[in-house]
């Protein structure tokens, strides 16, 4: 005990007198470097007047300036050096005194010397003409300082080490004496050290408290059997050698194991899964892991988390659940937050890229307008893009209005290709509607644009002097809109993707024609929208037929 006090005080003391040294040597530091660098801009403001006067013919008189003193060009290129020759020096316009100086005004850094070990102080000044005027000096290091306290510290650190051996002394004798006088078979009879009665009283009652303890911990396990057994989540307790201790109900039936064993078996033997196996092996190493487990068509979400203290690893705990709806949509959005960032970029760019053309003036007064045109182009391919992701957002989420009335799809068709008829005409494309009337129950603004980008993907699609056919009617309890075009046709390949978001056959031509990559996403939620479904058949150069069917209810 005398030892422990003994180095305990010592420790204190030395930490703060080195804590005191490290105080003071810090402040010396930080003023001299201050004062340097002070004296550093006096010096440049004062010789800056007479560069601005006088040019290098006013340097060359001032050679006797204790520090180094250079004059560098706005590029970098150094035009005087009193220490070196100009021509052979490298440009400095990298370096971060002068960089600071051509963009603020003024710079200073300091560098440490590799050989010489000593510190180099910088200043930096901008002249009017746009030239850097940069003064230096050289001062001793932080090591220099520290010596200077070496005595000090060594002669103090002696007198703390008696002190603190004549007060550890002192101190052991004065606690260690009532330990000593202590009767442990009358503990409560020594008058000469209360303190220890409350750890006393509580050794007394120890016995007690463990017995409850016991009885409480018994109670316990049977609430964690009981809890454990009737959980949807799989559950398995292994040891540090990887040997089963717990498994429950739910984990046996998603790992395929027939029963739970009688003794503890490596979980190896129960099941040979790798990343069940991997995940055992991090945790008992006390690193706690997640892990995707892909079981009889099933996507299980692994926990793996060591049991007890980090430095005495007793074993793991695995936690299965579940979890193949939410990492579908988490799969689903992250894909769709990675082409909405692409997607919104693309314009952006082109709009910040003319704007910044138009502000720094490197366009001519006539060409603005069509600048200020291709901002629009590309801020209307913006606002359609938002629009057509707050459509899909609403239709995700049911936002959309569910009120249902009696639509007429014949009459829809009309007046889609109506407001089309232009787009059809400028790339002289016969456009159809075909049908009879053909009422349902649906919501108009849902299936008007589910119309609208059906037929503008046909028109955008078909080349010049092409057809495309627009067919509404009605086969059984169900009502079809059929889009037909002789257009270009979808490879096989593509055919199973072409609903996804942001997915494009061919991306370039769909940028050229404007569109978004949402228009099928939403004409597909559309649909599932009111119950029914969309079909798609194509032959790459010979069109494509797109049908979608929706119940007709019984307005029809």
């Not at 201050?34 to 004062?46: E, K, M, V, Y």
């Not at 899964?273 to 692994?302: F, I, M, S, W």
């Not at 495309?468 to 009502?479: D, H, I, L, T």
Request: aromatic share 6%; glycine share 8%.
């Amino acid at each position: 005990m005398k030892k422990r006090i003994f180095r305990s005080i010592c420790a204190v003391a030395l930490a703060s007198l080195l804590l005191l040294c490290v105080g003071v040597i810090v402040l010396v530091y930080q003023t001299s470097t201050q004062s340097g660098f002070s004296n550093l801009r006096a010096d440049t403001t004062f010789i800056a007047v007479g560069v601005e006067n006088g040019g290098e013919a006013y340097l060359q008189s001032i050679r006797r300036y204790p520090g180094r003193v250079t004059w560098i060009a706005p590029d970098g290129t150094v035009l005087y050096d009193d220490r070196e020759d100009a021509q052979n020096m490298d440009n400095h316009a990298s370096r971060p005194e002068v960089a600071a100086a051509l963009q603020t005004g003024a710079g200073q850094a300091q560098r440490q010397s590799g050989t010489m070990g000593e510190r180099t102080l910088y200043y930096a000044q901008r002249l009017t003409d746009g030239s850097i005027l940069r003064l230096s000096i050289q001062v001793d290091n932080i090591w220099a300082e520290v010596l200077q306290f070496v005595p000090w510290l060594i002669g103090i650190s002696l007198l703390l080490i008696v002190a603190a051996a004549l007060l550890a002394r002192w101190q052991t004798r004065r606690i260690v004496q009532p330990v000593n006088q202590l009767d442990l078979d009358a503990p409560f009879d020594a008058d000469a050290y209360d303190e220890l009665a409350p750890l006393l009283r509580k050794i007394a009652a120890q016995k007690q408290q463990i017995e409850k303890s016991v009885q409480a911990l018994k109670h316990q396990q049977a609430e964690f059997a009981a809890i454990t057994q009737s959980m949807n989540e799989g559950l398995l307790v292994v040891d540090a050698a990887g040997k089963v201790l717990t498994i429950n109900q739910s984990a046996q039936r998603i790992l395929g194991i027939a029963a739970s064993p009688d003794t503890p078996l490596p979980l190896l033997e129960l099941s040979r899964n790798l990343v069940l196996e991997e995940a055992v092996k991090a945790a008992t190493a006390g690193r706690r892991t997640e892990h995707v487990l892909a079981l009889n068509g099933r996507q299980y979400r692994l926990l793996a988390s060591p049991s007890g203290p980090a430095e005495s690893v007793q074993g793991a705990v695995l936690l299965l659940m579940d979890d193949t709806e939410n990492l579908q949509a988490e799969q689903t959005r992250r894909e769709f937050s990675a082409n909405v960032s692409h997607e919104l970029k693309t314009p952006l760019t082109s709009i910040s890229g003319y704007a910044e053309i138009i502000r720094d003036g490197l366009v001519q007064p006539q060409d603005i307008p069509a600048f200020a045109g291709k901002i629009y182009d590309e801020s209307a391919r913006l606002m359609a893009l938002v629009n057509d992701i707050i459509k899909l957002s609403r239709l995700d989420e049911r936002q959309a209005p569910a009120a249902r009335e009696p639509v007429d799809l014949f009459h829809m068709a009309g007046q889609t290709a109506a407001a089309l008829q232009t787009q059809a005409d400028d790339k002289s494309i016969a456009l159809a509607v075909t049908g009879a009337e053909t009422t349902i129950p649906g919501v108009p603004a849902i299936l008007s644009e589910v119309l609208f980008n059906l037929v503008d993907n046909a028109i955008r699609y078909t080349q010049p002097g092409g057809q495309v056919q627009v067919a509404v009617g009605r086969e059984g309890p169900q009502a079809f809109i059929r889009v037909a075009d002789t257009g270009i046709g979808i490879p096989p390949e593509h055919q199973p993707h072409i609903f996804e978001r942001f997915y494009r056959v061919d991306k370039s031509h769909a940028r050229e024609s404007g569109g978004t990559g949402l228009g099928l996403s939403i004409v597909k939620r559309g649909a599932l929208f009111h119950g029914g479904r969309v079909e798609a058949s194509s032959q790459p150069g010979h069109g494509s037929t797109f049908t979608v069917w929706l119940p007709a209810g019984t307005d029809a």
